[in-house]
């Protein structure tokens, strides 16, 4: 997907329906209804409280409908992390500490990897 498209589908989130023109806003429900997959490259600060220190990872996620995604973190190390979420089971990949985990996710905790999909692609 294009920086174009990207940018025109977070304006899209951000925008209130009720600011929007009546007349163009089913033309853009349809437009994004129809997107299936999206992939975006990111850049995250987050703060340490422990240590006192903000830590930036950067990286790129991909969603696919109906409940898959993919999150990929390089951190300032270079240290590779991913997350996979096929539907039914979560994985992570630490790179740095060379393992692989797989969880089963139990009603409630699929549930809500899938609305995180839904979130971004609807």
Same mark, same amino acid.
């Given at each position: 997907? *294009?920086?174009?498209?990207?940018?025109?589908?977070?304006?899209?989130?951000?925008?209130?329906?009720?600011?929007?023109?009546?007349?163009?806003?089913?033309?853009?429900?349809?437009?994004?209804?129809?997107?299936?997959?999206?992939?975006?490259?990111?850049?995250? *600060?987050?703060?340490?409280?422990?240590?006192?220190?903000?830590?930036?990872?950067?990286?790129?996620?991909?969603?696919?409908?109906?409940?898959?995604?993919?999150?990929?973190?390089?951190?300032?190390?270079?240290?590779?992390?991913?997350?996979?979420?096929?539907?039914?089971?979560? *994985?992570?990949?630490?790179?740095?500490?060379?393992?692989?985990?797989?969880?089963?996710?139990?009603?409630?905790?699929?549930?809500?990897?899938?609305?995180?999909?839904?979130?971004?692609?609807?």
């Amino acid at each position: 997907m *294009t920086k174009v498209w990207m940018g025109l589908l977070l304006w899209s989130l951000a925008a209130s329906p009720l600011r929007a023109e009546p007349k163009l806003l089913p033309q853009y429900e349809n437009m994004f209804a129809s997107i299936e997959h999206l992939s975006v490259d990111f850049a995250q *600060t987050s703060y340490k409280k422990l240590r006192n220190r903000s830590v930036l990872r950067t990286g790129n996620a991909h969603f696919s409908k109906p409940s898959m995604f993919r999150w990929n973190f390089i951190s300032e190390s270079g240290a590779v992390e991913e997350y996979y979420f096929n539907g039914d089971k979560l *994985t992570h990949f630490s790179e740095k500490d060379k393992i692989v985990n797989h969880y089963n996710t139990n009603a409630g905790l699929a549930k809500e990897l899938n609305e995180v999909v839904n979130l971004v692609l609807d």
